[in-house]
């Protein structure tokens, strides 16, 4: 049997059923969608504005009764008419793709940066079930760039904040505040999502510590199914193989990892 | 492994007789390495241009009752920036082909030419995009101009030169035959069909270029009329493509 041909490539048109504003340039997203409803924390959807793109987001929550959601923030074109979506105007939808996260219990740290938090919160809600404890740590440029805090709080007794500017919780890096933290105590597993630099230093941090480690890593998706080739990282397709790769395997192509991306037309830029 | 599957084409030796088709995974030397090591006898890059390109938009991809539907709008970063892939791609061993196009046979004369300066096996000329306006199937619908291009680039360029045609003609076999005749080692058929996904809910062709290529199954039937056609009326090596999904279907 074809392996393309599936529920879970045919795009959907999905109305959108509420839309909620996290911060003042951050906006979630609900839809009812079969194969969302069923997908991993961590995996992600092909969202077709149409008439104006069509991009990659991650799920931002993954419910029994059906609903799903995307959270995006505005930070381009694509990104911006979504923002002007009301509910009942309709989206296209393809996925869930790719891997998403392994669930581990145990003792773990979950370390988000920016809106690379959105995929670690579903995962936040499934692995409550499975870890002795889970310590969520979050970090962003300033106070109003945050969002999430009650929903991951409601799940999570440990969260810690930092801002680069000090506005909200601690002031500093959220990787000052994670070495601190491995320091003290032993994980056994890191998650992490956020800007490249910030994974590659929790990668390093991971490694100095002997824990296991998984990051959920970006770049420019167009098949979304590992076919074209746009989103590769090394021998590995962000898209079909990630998007989160073990410490292992981000070993093999250190010769990237933080280092350059490739851009539209498939020529490297450095981070 | 047994030699038996072991196949010689336009001068080049393949393990089997299975190439990585052009435009698939073909963007960087790490990922053409990986198809080799999974068992290709032969990978053919991306299409290389003078000049980079973004491509279209996206949606660049979308899948139909049939198959897949694409019109990804020739992204690349330009044969010029390629030479690094191509080394990394070499190191699996197996036999590296460098997909070229441009806008005229100056264009990929000076494409090949600059591809057969790196480490590559051969070159396979994209006469048959079907959704980029002034190249692809726009060149490959002439037999005059295919002739032309064929003819430059072989003056050009000392390698084996694999001529990919559309299937998007009336008659395949002139346009296959003037290849040959301008010198082609090789022909590859065929390219994807042209066509287009409307979505009856938003009235919308899902496509940012609204038309495109169909692959998959529902062309493996017309990919074989296309060869054995072409067989029939040329004496160099004939490359099956398309809707190929496994071995024995």
Known sequence: MLAYLTDINRLRIVKIQDVKEESSTVKTFTFRDKQCAEAKPGQFVMVWIPGVDEIPMSLSSISADGSSSITVAEVGEATKALHQKKVGEVVGVRGPYGNGFALTGGNVMIVGGGTGLTPLVPLAESLVRLSSKIVFMIGAKTRDDLFFLDRIGTVVPEVVVTTEDGSYGLKGLVTELAEQFLEKQSFDMIYACGPEQMMLKMFLLAKRHNTPFQASLERYIRCGVGICGSCCMGEYRICRDGPVFSGEQLEKVRNEFGLFKREVDGSKVSF | ?249
């Open chain 2, 1 to 249: 492994m047994s030699n038996r599957l072991v196949t010689e084409i336009a001068g080049l030796k393949l393990a089997n007789p299975t190439m990585l088709a052009a435009g698939i995974l073909g963007m960087s030397g790490a990922s053409l390495k990986r198809v080799a090591e999974a068992g290709a006898g032969a990978v053919i890059t991306k299409s290389m241009g003078l000049k980079s390109r973004v491509g279209y938009s996206n949606p660049t991809l979308v899948q139909v009752d049939c198959g897949l539907l694409n019109a990804m709008g020739l992204p690349n970063p330009s044969v010029h920036h390629f030479s690094e892939e191509i080394s990394e791609a070499k190191k699996e061993g197996v036999p590296v082909i460098i997909s070229v196009y441009g806008f005229s046979s100056k264009d990929f004369g000076e494409a090949a030419k600059v591809a057969a300066e790196m480490d590559a096996d051969a070159l396979e000329l994209n006469v048959s995009c079907p959704h980029v306006e002034r190249t692809g199937s726009e060149i490959g619908q002439s037999p005059q101009l295919v002739a032309e291009v064929v003819e430059k680039v072989k003056s050009t360029v000392n390698k084996p030169v694999f001529v990919k045609l559309t299937p998007n003609v009336v008659d395949i076999t002139e346009i296959a035959e003037a290849a040959a005749k301008a010198g082609a080692d090789a022909i590859t058929v065929i390219n994807t069909v042209r066509a287009m996904a409307i979505d009856v809910e938003t009235t919308r062709p899902v496509l940012a270029n609204k038309v495109g290529g169909l692959s998959g199954p529902a062309i493996k039937p017309i990919a074989l009329r296309c060869v054995y056609e072409v067989y029939r009326k040329v004496k160099i090596p004939v490359v099956g493509c398309g809707g190929v999904t496994t071995w024995n279907l």
